[in-house]
T-cell receptor, first 117, second 114 residues
Framework: AQSVTQLGSHVSVSEGALVLLRCNYSSSVPPYLFWYVQYPNQGLQLLLKYTSAATLVKGINGFEAEFKKSETSFHLTKPSAHMSDAAEYFCAVSQGAGGTSYGKLTFGQGTILTVHP | DAGVTQSPTHLIKTRGQHVTLRCSPISGHKSVSWYQQVLGQGPQFIFQYYEKEERGRGNFPDRFSARQFPNYSSELNVNALLLGDSALYLC???WGGGDTYGYTFGSGTRLTVV
């Protein structure tokens, strides 16, 4: 079984401040981990993914995340927030290459990021 | 290149009716997955199809069914609609059947059951 917990359903930052969105996972096999962003009334856009290569993953729009196995975490960061970053962010886990649940992404509940001028 | 396309974008149905949602994957992608996103929650996995075969099924009742066609497009069918089926239904496509390549999501179909 696998699960994802996103700490904080709402995060508010000022423009130019550090963005930190927290994600902890549970998986019985080495996981693949993903961060997606969802703008209002739109689908999900992939920001970055971890698939057992480098533990520090760089994504689009200046976002990056670090896989920490000992902490079962995959937190998303961005050094300087921009107004256009305001959206809902979802962390997801899958069973990766060693799993049998093909195509099953398990998502967290989401974190709404608000950016203040 | 066109992304993942879903139709219709919005739909209103009455309780007890049947609905069919459609998804066209990115050209060359052979895998399609379906997700249900209820307002305020993360998406929940419904099905995955790869090479026209069901490869994964989430914890949804038998009222939910799907299929994949030879051109890799897919349909999600829901029978005997309930108010609780109101949600955004997302389709995701991938080149392979596993997770290595990541998934590209469509913009979804917003289903409202009244």
């Amino acid at each position: 079984a696998q699960s994802v917990t996103q700490l904080g359903s709402h995060v508010s930052v000022s423009e130019g401040a550090l963005v930190l969105l927290r994600c902890n996972y549970s998986s019985s096999v080495p996981p693949y981990l993903f961060w997606y962003v969802q703008y209002p009334n739109q689908g999900l856009q992939l920001l970055l993914k971890y698939t057992s290569a480098a533990t520090l993953v760089k994504g689009i729009n200046g976002f990056e995340a670090e896989f920490k196995k000992s902490e079962t975490s995959f937190h998303l960061t961005k050094p300087s927030a921009h107004m256009s970053d305001a959206a809902e962010y979802f962390c997801a886990v899958s069973q990766g290459a060693g799993g049998t649940s093909y195509g099953k992404l398990t998502f967290g509940q989401g974190t709404i990021l608000t950016v203040h001028p | 290149d066109a992304g993942v396309t879903q139709s219709p974008t919005h739909l209103i149905k009455t309780r007890g009716q049947h609905v069919t949602l459609r998804c066209s994957p990115i050209s060359g992608h052979k895998s399609v997955s379906w997700y249900q996103q209820v307002l305020g929650q993360g998406p929940q996995f419904i099905f995955q199809y790869y090479e026209k075969e069901e490869r994964g099924r989430g914890n949804f009742p038998d009222r939910f069914s799907a299929r994949q066609f030879p051109n890799y497009s897919s349909e999600l069918n829901v029978n005997a609609l309930l108010l609780g089926d109101s949600a955004l239904y997302l389709c995701a496509s991938s080149w392979g059947g596993g997770d290595t390549y990541g998934y590209t999501f469509g913009s979804g179909t917003r289903l409202t059951v009244v």
